[in-house]
């Protein structure tokens, strides 16, 4: 089993949509993860525009890749390093962080993290 930030064991971020690198519902990963699939984010209106105007448009459906599109509310497994330049533009989506892979913790704190948290404890 996987560790999440707060070092439990790491939790599902959607059972609704097939979300993460492996697409089973976590923020799991591996080497084979280049693009670290690993923040569970609960998607705005803000942050999707965000990523559109950065060339990665999550809105439109890609059947072939097992996308389904995503809306505001949507929770999905963020490239980290998505999330952390849409930290810094004031654009970043709250986070799950029982369901944030571990890895994360390389690249933003804690402390920073726990300020977009919707499951803080």
Same mark, same amino acid.
């Given at each position: 089993?996987?560790?999440? *930030?707060?070092?439990?064991?790491?939790?599902?971020? +959607?059972?609704?949509?097939?979300?993460? $690198?492996?697409?089973?519902?976590?923020?799991?990963?591996?080497? =084979?993860? %280049?693009?670290?699939?690993?923040? +569970?984010?609960? *998607?705005?209106? @803000?942050?999707?525009? $965000?990523?559109?105007?950065?060339?990665?448009?999550?809105?439109?459906? $890609?059947? @072939?890749?097992?996308?389904?599109?995503? #809306?505001?509310?949507?929770?999905? +497994?963020? +490239? !980290?390093?998505?999330? !952390?330049?849409?930290?810094?533009? &004031? #654009?970043?989506? &709250? %986070?799950?962080?029982?369901?944030?892979?571990?890895? !994360?913790?390389?690249? *933003?704190?804690?402390?920073?993290?726990?300020? $977009?948290?919707?499951? =803080? &404890?």
């Amino acid at each position: 089993m996987q560790k999440n *930030v707060l070092g439990g064991d790491l939790q599902s971020c +959607c059972d609704e949509l097939s979300t993460g $690198y492996y697409r089973n519902g976590r923020c799991e990963t591996d080497e =084979r993860d %280049i693009g670290m699939h690993t923040v +569970c984010a609960n *998607v705005t209106k @803000d942050f999707l525009e $965000y990523s559109k105007s950065k060339g990665n448009d999550l809105t439109t459906p $890609y059947p @072939d890749a097992e996308f389904p599109g995503l #809306k505001p509310g949507d929770k999905w +497994c963020l +490239c !980290v390093q998505r999330w !952390v330049e849409a930290l810094e533009e &004031n #654009k970043a989506p &709250n %986070i799950y962080l029982q369901a944030t892979h571990s890895s !994360v913790l390389e690249f *933003v704190e804690l402390e920073v993290l726990a300020k $977009y948290a919707l499951d =803080r &404890n």
